[in-house]
T-cell receptor
Framework: QKEVEQNSGPLSVPEGAIASLNCTYSDRGSQSFFWYRQYSGKSPELIMSIYSNGDKEDGRFTAQLNKASQYVSLLIRDSQPSDSATYLCAVNTKDNDMRFGAGTRLTVKP | DAGITQSPRYKITETGRQVTLMCHQTWSHSYMFWYRQDLGHGLRLIYYSAAADITDKGEVPDGYVVSRSKTENFPLTLESATRSQTSVYFC????????????FGQGTRLTVV
């Protein structure tokens, strides 16, 4: 089992819709969780970080964390074509390193 | 300029050659990471370092060597390049291992022919 798993997609949503991205992780001791966005040919950039159970909102983005279920999600409201990218879930593991999922490719259609 | 930089941006090398990818950061971050990114695999951790002279293996360390004699530099060496090491390599740094994000370099596209 991989340490961090994501649905690879592709996920396609119409402009203005809500995009929902999901991630599960295997290390129960993980404390820090991140969502990165990566445009084609570019390096990953941080979208959201979350450290405690519940929701965290930042503009159109909401991260949700459920440590009991070992589940992290990212919601993008009012999706825009500029949100089209690959979204990477990252988790700090018990070994004190940072592991990434394979990424979910999101396409927002005008 | 402050930040994290990788060099070279593009590299073509032959099978069996040794090649070194450079990574330099100006923030004095303690942690530094090397990832490779291949289609369908996302980012896979090769090696990481918690401080100067402290390195540890990640998911896919075989065929790679790292060193960290100075906090700001974290070179990655392919001792004898193979075609399976053709990939995009990203270096990243972080102030701490928990509670803070990692910042990425621009990436190095390595092709082994």
């Amino acid at each position: 089992q991989k340490e961090v798993e994501q649905n690879s997609g592709p996920l396609s949503v119409p402009e203005g819709a809500i995009a929902s991205l999901n991630c599960t992780y295997s290390d129960r001791g993980s404390q820090s969780f991140f969502w990165y966005r990566q445009y084609s040919g570019k390096s990953p950039e941080l979208i959201m970080s979350i450290y405690s159970n519940g929701d965290k909102e930042d503009g159109r983005f909401t991260a949700q964390l459920n440590k009991a279920s070992q589940y992290v999600s990212l919601l993008i409201r009012d999706s825009q074509p500029s949100d089209s990218a690959t979204y990477l879930c990252a988790v700090n593991t018990k070994d004190n390193d940072m592991r990434f999922g394979a990424g979910t490719r999101l396409t927002v259609k005008p | 300029d402050a930040g994290i930089t990788q060099s070279p941006r593009y590299k073509i090398t032959e099978t069996g050659r040794q090649v070194t990818l450079m990574c330099h950061q100006t923030w004095s971050h303690s942690y530094m990471f090397w990832y490779r990114q291949d289609l369908g695999h996302g980012l896979r951790l090769i090696y990481y370092s918690a401080a100067a002279d402290i390195t540890d293996k990640g998911e896919v360390p075989d065929g790679y060597v790292v060193s960290r004699s100075k906090t700001e530099n974290f070179p990655l060496t392919l001792e004898s390049a193979t075609r399976s090491q053709t990939s995009v390599y990203f270096c990243a740094s972080s102030r701490a291992i928990t509670g803070t994000e990692a910042f990425f370099g621009q990436g190095t596209r390595l092709t082994v022919v």
